[in-house]
C-alpha cells in the first residue's frame, strides 16, 4: 500500500507549483476528520473535528510551509525568515532544514509555548526573542525579507494559502461534499483566507456542489477583526493567536462576507472550556489557541445560532503536547497532583476507588 505523499503530490494538479518541482515534504496532511459525539450532542449539528495536531510538526502550518519551502528552495532561496507565535516557526524550521535551508525566526518575547520553542532549536534555527509582541515581529521580518536575501516564509506569502487551501479539499473528500459550516481559530487570519480559497476551488471545480459558512473566532483580549480596529496590546492565555494586527484581515472578511458567516470573539474561560470537553469527552488534545474554534461553536450553539442537523467541520490546529501545562491546573487556577501509592494492590486499589469484588 502506498503511503500518504504529503499535500503536494497528493493533490499537485490543483496548486500553484510546476510539475517538475520536487516536492520538500515531511508527509504532511492527510489529518483525520473525527466525528465529534459530545460536541455533536451539545450543539444538535454533526460536528467533525479536523484535527491538524496531527501533521508533523503537530500544527497545520506544515501545509503551507511544503509549498513555501518547496517553492522557495527550487527558486534558489538560501536563507528564509519568519516571525511567529510559536508554531510557523517550528514548521518553518523543520522544512527548511529538509530543503537544506538555514532558517531565522522571530518571536515575542516570553509568549511562545515551551514546544514550539524547542522545536525551532531542535531544528537549527535561529530564535531571537523580540521585546515586541507578533506584529512587531512580522514588520521586522518583511523589512529585512525586502532589504537582505531572506525570503519570508509568514502567510503574507501566497504559497503558504495555497498549501493551508488542502485542508479544504480534504474535509470535502471525506464529507462527499463541503460541510454547512466551517469553524476555525483566527490569529494572522491566514487559514480561514486559505480555506475560503480551497472551498470555492472545489465549487467551482465541481467537485463540491456547495460552499460553507465560515465561522472564524478571535481571543477576546486580541480581537482586533470584531473590534473593528488593531488592537496595540493583544493579551490571551491563546498565545498562539495573540495578535493584534492580522496581515490577511481584509481577506478574512472577505470569507466571512461572501460566504455569510461571521468572524466573533471567545473569553480565555470559554476556550479553556472548550479544551477541557475536547481533551475530556472527545480524546483529542490542543493546544489552548486551537481550542478557540470548539469554544465558539459552543458559545454560538448556546445563542441558539447553530442550526439543527448542520453538518460542521471544526478545525483544532495545533496539538496540545506543544503547550501542555494547562491540563494540569484546575478551572481555579491550583495544580493537578498525581496521587502516590507504594508498590501494593490494596492501597492503589484504594487510590483508584476500586471496591472489592
Ligand atoms: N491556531 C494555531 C495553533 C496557530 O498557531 C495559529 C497561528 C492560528 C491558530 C491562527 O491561524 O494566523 O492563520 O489565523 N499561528 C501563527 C504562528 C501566527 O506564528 O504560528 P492564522
Known amino acids: 500500500k502506498q503511503q500518504w505523499r504529503g499535500v503536494v503530490e497528493e493533490y499537485r494538479s490543483l496548486l500553484d507549483v510546476s510539475e517538475s518541482i520536487p516536492a520538500v515534504s515531511l508527509g504532511e496532511g492527510g489529518t483525520p476528520l473525527i466525528h465529534a459525539d459530545t460536541l455533536s450532542e451539545l450543539t444538535g449539528a454533526e460536528v467533525w473535528v479536523k484535527y491538524e495536531g496531527l501533521n508533523p510538526t503537530a500544527s497545520f502550518k506544515d501545509r503551507g510551509m511544503t509549498m513555501a519551502i518547496t517553492k522557495a528552495a527550487a527558486h534558489g532561496a538560501k536563507a528564509v525568515i519568519c516571525a511567529s507565535t510559536g508554531n510557523t516557526s517550528a514548521s518553518a524550521a523543520a522544512y527548511a532544514t529538509k530543503a537544506g535551508l538555514t532558517c531565522a525566526v522571530l518571536v515575542p518575547s516570553g509568549k511562545i509555548a515551551p514546544g514550539k520553542m524547542s522545536q525551532a532549536i531542535a531544528h537549527g534555527a535561529t530564535l531571537l526573542e523580540v521585546d515586541g509582541n507578533f506584529d512587531d515581529c512580522l514588520t521586522l521580518c518583511r523589512k529585512l525579507s525586502e532589504s ?152 454560538m450553539a448556546e445563542a441558539g445560532k447553530v442550526p439543527a442537523g448542520a453538518t460542521i467541520a471544526v478545525t483544532v490546529t495545533g496539538h496540545g503536547l506543544k503547550d501542555p501545562g494547562w491540563a494540569l491546573h484546575t478551572a481555579d487556577g491550583s495544580e493537578i497532583e498525581p496521587k502516590r501509592v507504594s508498590v501494593d494492590a490494596v492501597s492503589a486499589a484504594r487510590a483508584l476507588g476500586l471496591e472489592d469484588r
Do not use: C
Open 148 to 299: 537582505y536575501p531572506v525570503h519570508l516564509v509568514n502567510s503574507v506569502n501566497p504559497d503558504r494559502i495555497e498549501g493551508q487551501k488542502t485542508a479544504s479539499f480534504e474535509v470535502v473528500d471525506v464529507l462527499g461534499d463541503a460541510p454547512d459550516i466551517h469553524v476555525l481559530p483566527v490569529g494572522n487570519a491566514g487559514n480561514i483566507t486559505a480555506y475560503w480559497k480551497g472551498y470555492r476551488q472545489y465549487r467551482e471545480t465541481g467537485v463540491s456542489t456547495r460552499l460553507p459558512q465560515m465561522w472564524g473566532f478571535q481571543a477576546a483580549g486580541s480581537a482586533p477583526i470584531v473590534l473593528g480596529h488593531p488592537v496595540d496590546e493583544p493579551d490571551t492565555i491563546a498565545t498562539a493567536i495573540r495578535i493584534g494586527n492580522p496581515a490577511s484581515w481584509q481577506l478574512a472578511i472577505e470569507a466571512r462576507d461572501a460566504s455569510g458567516g461571521v468572524i466573533d470573539s471567545v473569553s480565555d474561560e470559554e476556550i479553556l472550556r472548550a479544551h477541557k470537553i475536547l481533551s475530556r469527552d472527545e480524546g483529542i488534545f490542543v493546544e489552548p489557541g486551537s481550542a478557540s474554534s470548539v469554544a465558539g461553536l459552543l458559545k
